[in-house]
């Protein structure tokens, strides 16, 4: 069975920290696959802010997510506050990726994730051109 490889860019520009919470755990209590898409979620919506921009407005156009991919590499538990390191690239006229590397509270990688963000403008129901202050602002060191 192939498993999904991601790999990182070498330098990340933002990093968010998350706080597990209770609920973000499964049965097997640590934190679910589905916790962790909220978790880069998070992450996103606060690496837009700290660039003045939110996922209906990012330089005058919508994102949205066009896919997503999430590398397991450890357990995550309650108590943790992941450092969520992201950087976007691969910018196209449409779009650009957004990577993530979460580390736990002793630095250890545990997860790596992948999403693609597509301009978007919601009144025509199109997608746009990305513009050229998103791609300087996102993309900086």
């Known amino acids: 069975m192939s498993r999904i490889k991601i790999s990182l860019p ?5 990093t968010a920290n998350i706080p597990i919470r209770i609920t973000d755990l499964n049965y ?7 916790a962790v898409l909220s978790i880069i979620h ?5 690496f837009l802010s700290h660039n003045a921009y939110t996922e209906l407005n990012c330089g005058g ?21 992941l450092a969520v390191q992201i950087a976007a690239v691969h910018f196209s006229s449409v779009g650009f ?18 999403t ?3 301009c978007y403008d919601y009144s025509r129901k199109k997608m746009a051109h990305v ?3 998103v791609k300087e602002k996102l993309s900086a060191k």
Do not use: T, W
């Not at 070498?10 to 933002?14: A, G």
């Not at 990726?97 to 992948?114: C, P, Q, S, T």
């Open 131 to 133: 513009p050229d202050e």
């Open 97 to 114: 990726d957004l990577f993530y590397r979460l580390l736990n509270k002793e630095n250890i990688v545990v997860a790596h994730a992948k």
């Open 28 to 34: 097997g209590n640590h934190v679910g696959n589905d």
């Open 10 to 14: 070498e330098q990340f520009s933002f």
């Open 61 to 81: 156009v919508g994102l949205i997510m066009s896919d997503v991919g999430i590398e397991f590499k450890k357990e995550i538990f309650y108590g943790d506050v």
């Open 42 to 46: 998070e992450a996103r919506m606060q």
């Open 116 to 118: 693609g963000m597509i």
